[in-house]
């Protein structure tokens, strides 16, 4: 079964440093990764992807994800944080029990990126 | 371009009752999919429709259950509410479900009572 999983409940980064949002992950095949954030009372908002390709991943407002499959990873970063980054980002996987459909997503528990001015 | 529309945005219902959430995708999306998120189990995915077809469905009770209509619109419906059916109800919409759901709406909060 597909499962992710973000070890840090919690991440604290002061503004203009570098932030590490981490996630691993466990899929049987080729793996379909995804980031979003969500900001509160909102929904999510999609950040990147990686299906294959280049190993490093360039998204939504200055984000980027590096996929290591040695190490079965999938993290988030960004060179340096802004105040406006604070919010809840989530890791997921496709769950390809369903063949096909990608709407069907596994979602990490979620990290809450705190920055502070 | 609108986004996608979910309403009501907050619902209060006691146990028993049911209740029918709405979800208007962007406009030439055909595909909508559903989660529940909650403090205890966080994102969940409930189901996903394609033209007006339910395509798979998560690890949800029968009471549980949704339809999509020709207008790409959606409804999810649970009935006999449980206190632990409170949730964030979070619908996503995209083309054709042929990639990640790229588009979610604000969500609707369900409190049980």
């Known amino acids: 079964a597909q499962s992710v999983a973000q070890p840090e409940d919690q991440v604290n980064v002061a503004e203009g440093n570098p932030l590490t949002v981490k996630c691993t992950y466990s899929v049987s095949g080729n793996p379909y990764l995804f980031w979003y954030v969500q900001y509160p009372n909102r929904g999510l908002q999609f950040l990147l992807k990686?299906?294959?390709?280049?190993?490093l991943v360039k998204g939504s407002y200055g984000f980027e994800a590096e996929f290591n499959k040695s190490q079965t990873s999938f993290h988030l970063k960004k060179p340096s944080a802004l105040v406006s980054d604070s919010a809840l980002y989530f890791c997921?996987?496709?769950?390809?029990?369903?063949?096909?459909?990608?709407?069907?997503?596994?979602f990490g528990k979620g990290t809450k990126l705190s920055v502070k001015p | 371009k609108a986004g996608v529309t979910q309403t009501p945005r907050y619902l209060i219902k006691t146990r028993g009752q049911q209740v029918t959430l709405s979800c208007s995708p962007i406009s030439g999306h055909r595909s909508v999919s559903w989660y529940q998120q909650t403090p205890g189990q966080g994102l969940q995915f409930l189901f996903e429709?394609?033209?007006?077809?339910?395509?798979n469905k998560g690890n949800f009770p029968g009471r549980f259950s949704g339809r999509q209509f020709s207008n790409s619109r959606s409804e999810m419906n649970v009935s006999t509410l449980e206190l632990g059916d409170s949730a964030l109800y979070l619908c996503a919409s995209s083309l054709d479900g042929e990639g990640p759901p790229l588009h979610f709406g604000n969500g609707t909060r369900l409190t049980v009572t």
């Open positions: 997921a996987v496709r769950d390809t029990a369903y063949g096909g459909s990608q709407g069907n997503l596994i």
């Open positions: 429709y394609f033209s007006e077809t339910q395509r």
């Open positions: 990686y299906i294959t390709g280049d190993n």
